[in-house]
C-alpha cells in the first residue's frame, strides 16, 4: 500500500499538482524509490530554508517606512507648489495694482505740503475724529 501511495504521489509530483504534505512525505519517504528522487530528496532537505519568526513584522515595518517616506516627499512636493503659488499670486497682484499719473501724484504732494506748516510742524487741528493706541485720525472744521 505504501509503495502505491509512493508512486502515486510521484506521478502527481512530475505533473506538478502535489501538496507541501504531500512532497514532504514523499521525500521523507525517498529511500528505495527511485534515485532521481533520492537525490532530489537530499537537496531539497539540505538546502531547505528556515523563516524566520518575525518575518511578518519585519516586512510590515519595511512597507511602513516606506510608505511613510512616500508621504513625506509628497507633503515636501506639496509645500513647495503652494509656496511657490503663493508667490506667484503675490507677484502678480502687484504688478497689476492701479499706477497713480502725474497730476495724481502731484495732487497728493500737494496735499501732504498743506499739512505741515512751513517750518516742517505739522498743523494743530481743533477736533480729534479717532484715537488708538496706534493711529489717531483727526477731522479739520470748515
Known amino acids: 500500500m505504501k509503495e502505491s501511495k509512493i508512486e502515486s504521489l510521484l506521478e502527481k509530483y512530475k505533473e506538478g499538482k502535489t501538496t507541501l504534505k504531500e512532497e514532504q512525505f ?4 525517498s ?11 537530499t537537496f531539497v532537505k ?11 513584522d519585519t516586512l510590515w515595518e519595511s512597507f511602513q517606512t516606506k510608505k511613510s517616506k512616500k508621504q ?30 502725474y ?3 502731484e495732487t497728493l504732494l500737494n496735499q501732504a505740503i498743506d499739512m505741515m506748516t512751513n517750518d516742517g510742524q505739522p498743523q494743530i487741528l481743533k477736533s480729534i475724529f479717532y484715537e488708538d493706541e496706534m493711529i489717531i485720525v483727526y477731522a479739520t472744521v470748515e
Not at 26 to 29: E, G, R, V
Open 72 to 101: 513625506k516627499m509628497h507633503f515636501v512636493i506639496m509645500s513647495a507648489a503652494a509656496s511657490a503659488l503663493l508667490l506667484i499670486s503675490l507677484f502678480s497682484t502687484n504688478l497689476d495694482q492701479k499706477k497713480l499719473n
Open 103 to 105: 497730476s495724481e501724484k
Open 26 to 29: 514523499l521525500f521523507d519517504n
Open 31 to 41: 529511500k528505495n524509490s527511485e534515485p532521481f528522487l533520492e537525490g532530489w530528496s
Open 46 to 56: 539540505n538546502n531547505k530554508i528556515v523563516i524566520p519568526k518575525d518575518l511578518n
